[in-house]
């Protein structure tokens, strides 16, 4: 009987001196994070009163600190969060007031890798206090896509043998690389993408997705299969310009020539008109006659018949009835 009592006075004690259960727990130690890109670090907590909950008591504040600024216990700034501070950053809260406190980190950087401890305060003061130590270590690297030839020399042409492999310097066992070509999933996995023979349909965009529990991250890069027939760029530049120039060309040739089309029937009808028009023969009034005016009558031709022609010789003397004189006219309308 004397045992007995004495092991509940223990218990009666110790609920005394210890009236709080507070705590934090982290399921990560390590968590790798790829830079630019988002990840988030879980976390939880809780805080109990003996012998019995009391509801009255409330989480009023909550504390992220990283240990490369902060070097105590997270009590004093700096703070990458503090919920009572409104500020913007990269950092983000995304837990409650009850028991989630998962900080989410965006745009990371290779300055945010260190350890990192949460702390919260509650309504009963100085008691409901509390940081969980030690806190889970960020890591951040790169990720990288590399292009590995096992045959073939200079630009990569049919036939090629090649490794696309995907590389993150920290690594987790829940880490799983996607392949995509042309934001299209392939099917398949793994760091190491093969091509035993490429063809110039293997070319495009192949992206690398890096993903884990935690974070994830991405990289694409480029792969062009040259043909058989495949001409140089350069050549191609050169056959294209030519191309265009002589385009250009034949346009201003077309331009000018529907320019001129309206001009041409006016100079054609002034030729033809110079053409058909006979010379005129200048002809000299009869004696008493009026001299026509211009525009109204005009002597074509006078064909005039002398018939005193005698041993070669012309007489200039003329006789009105031995000279026949005939007149055609042409009215000018």
Same mark, same amino acid.
């Not at 006016?266 to 058909?276: K, L, P, V, Y």
């Given at each position: 009987?004397?045992?007995?009592?004495?092991?509940?006075?223990?218990?009666?004690?110790?609920?005394?001196?210890?009236?709080?259960?507070?705590?934090?727990?982290?399921?990560?130690?390590?968590?790798?994070?790829?830079?630019?890109?988002?990840?988030?670090?879980?976390?939880?907590?809780?805080?109990?009163?003996?012998?019995?909950?009391?509801?009255?008591?409330?989480?009023?504040?909550?504390?992220?600190?990283?240990?490369?600024?902060?070097?105590?216990?997270?009590?004093?700034?700096?703070?990458?969060?503090?919920?009572?501070?409104?500020?913007?950053?990269?950092?983000?809260?995304?837990?409650?007031?009850?028991?989630?406190?998962?900080?989410?980190?965006?745009?990371?950087?290779?300055?945010?890798?260190?350890?990192?401890?949460?702390?919260?305060?509650?309504?009963?003061?100085?008691?409901?206090?509390?940081?969980?130590?030690?806190?889970?270590?960020?890591?951040?690297?790169?990720?990288?896509?590399?292009?590995?030839?096992?045959?073939?020399?200079?630009?990569?042409?049919?036939? *090629? &043998?090649? !490794?696309? +492999? #995907?590389?993150?310097?920290?690594?987790?066992? /829940?880490?799983?690389?996607?392949? @995509?070509?042309?934001?299209?999933?392939?099917?398949?996995?793994?760091?190491?993408?093969?091509?035993?023979?490429?063809?110039?349909? *293997? &070319?495009? !965009?192949? +992206? #690398?997705?890096?993903?884990?529990?935690?974070? /994830?991250?991405?990289?694409?890069? @480029?792969?062009?299969?040259?043909?058989?027939?495949?001409?140089?760029?350069?050549?191609?530049?050169?056959?294209?310009?030519?191309?265009?120039?002589?385009?250009?060309?034949?346009?201003?040739?077309?331009?000018?020539?529907?320019?001129?089309?309206?001009?041409?029937?006016?100079?054609?009808?002034?030729?033809?008109?110079?053409?058909?028009?006979?010379?005129?023969?200048?002809?000299?009034?009869?004696?008493?006659?009026?001299?026509?005016?211009?525009?109204?009558?005009?002597?074509?031709?006078?064909?005039?018949?002398?018939?005193?022609?005698?041993?070669?010789?012309?007489?200039?003397?003329?006789?009105?009835?031995?000279?026949?004189?005939?007149?055609?006219?042409?009215?000018?309308?």
């Amino acid at each position: 009987m004397k045992m007995l009592q004495l092991v509940t006075i223990l218990l009666t004690l110790s609920g005394v001196l210890a009236p709080y259960d507070l705590g934090v727990n982290y399921p990560d130690n390590l968590i790798c994070a790829v830079r630019g890109f988002s990840v988030s670090i879980p976390c939880s907590y809780y805080y109990y009163s003996y012998p019995t909950s009391n509801p009255s008591i409330q989480v009023i504040q909550k504390l992220w600190c990283s240990m490369n600024s902060n070097t105590d216990v997270c009590m004093n700034p700096p703070h990458v969060y503090n919920s009572s501070s409104i500020t913007t950053s990269d950092f983000e809260y995304a837990g409650d007031d009850k028991s989630n406190c998962t900080l989410l980190i965006h745009n990371v950087q290779f300055s945010y890798s260190g350890e990192y401890r949460f702390r919260f305060i509650t309504t009963d003061v100085p008691s409901g206090r509390f940081t969980g130590k030690p806190g889970p270590t960020l890591q951040v690297a790169d990720l990288k896509v590399s292009l590995i030839r096992l045959s073939g020399i200079g630009t990569l042409k049919q036939g *090629d &043998s090649l !490794n696309l +492999t #995907c590389d993150v310097n920290c690594t987790q066992s /829940s880490s799983q690389f996607v392949w @995509s070509k042309n934001n299209e999933r392939l099917n398949t996995s793994g760091r190491v993408l093969h091509f035993p023979a490429v063809t110039v349909r *293997d &070319s495009g !965009n192949y +992206t #690398c997705t890096w993903k884990t529990n935690r974070a /994830s991250g991405s990289e694409t890069i @480029s792969l062009l299969v040259e043909g058989e027939n495949h001409q140089p760029n350069w050549i191609i530049a050169v056959v294209t310009s030519g191309v265009i120039f002589i385009i250009l060309v034949l346009l201003g040739a077309a331009i000018c020539n529907r320019r001129r089309k309206p001009d041409a029937p006016e100079d054609n009808s002034r030729n033809a008109g110079e053409q058909t028009q006979s010379p005129q023969v200048k002809q000299l009034p009869l004696p008493n006659e009026e001299v026509p005016q211009q525009g109204e009558v005009t002597y074509a031709t006078v064909c005039a018949k002398d018939n005193n022609l005698n041993n070669g010789r012309v007489h200039t003397e003329q006789k009105k009835e031995d000279i026949s004189v005939i007149y055609s006219t042409v009215t000018i309308k």
